[in-house]
């Protein structure tokens, strides 16, 4: 930690513990995820490429018109061509792996508060454990787009992936400032 070519202390907070001021400062992380943390990471990784994989050799052999816009009762509002559903998979599997990408990476989060030396390796899993259940989310969402443009899963489907993304990021959020 320099500072105009001279050596600063760390910065402390009121009961002595090291405040980390920038992201180089910060420790790397020192955890190790559970099985199923892994799985969710490895599964959402696995299922975005792959739907993606697929359904592109699909849509090679398709002429008609898909779904690509629902109303709240689930009728269909818009159509669009399989190579719109292609380039919207394209993106979503790209955002999926994005995040399980990022969830290796928990150094560089944007935390609401300071992370010190006694809070920082909590903080760090429960932001991980956060980013394995969004992916995870953003694969069953295209889980459920893929399904419903094949006729296997009704886009109804789509509100249990929403709510699951929704209910996960809330629970976790409610960690991070339990955990401060």
């Not at 009728?75 to 394209?90: F, H, I, N, P, Y």
């Not at 760090?124 to 459920?144: D, G, R």
Request: aromatic share 16%; with cysteine; glycine share 8%.
């Amino acid at each position: 930690m320099t500072e105009g070519g001279r050596t600063r202390d760390p910065i402390r907070n009121r009961d002595g513990g090291v405040v980390y001021t920038s992201f180089q400062e910060r420790p790397q992380p020192a955890f190790a995820l559970d099985p199923l943390h892994k799985g969710l990471l490895g599964i959402s990784a696995v299922l975005a490429l792959g739907l993606f994989v697929y359904f592109f050799f699909r849509s090679l052999s398709m002429d008609e018109n898909l779904p690509m816009h629902y109303d709240f009762s689930g009728d269909v509002t818009r159509v669009g061509s399989s190579w719109e559903s292609v380039g919207t998979l394209a993106m979503l599997a790209v955002t999926t792996v994005g995040v399980v990408i990022l969830a290796r990476y928990p150094r560089i989060y944007n935390f609401p508060f300071m992370l010190t030396e006694h809070n920082v390796q909590r903080q760090y899993k429960n932001a991980v454990q956060m980013m394995a259940w969004l992916a995870f989310s953003c694969a069953l969402i295209m889980l459920v787009m893929v399904g419903s443009w094949l006729g296997v899963f009704s886009v109804h489907w789509t509100w249990v992936a929403v709510a699951l993304m929704m209910l996960s990021l809330g629970y976790f959020m409610w960690r991070m400032f339990k955990f401060r």
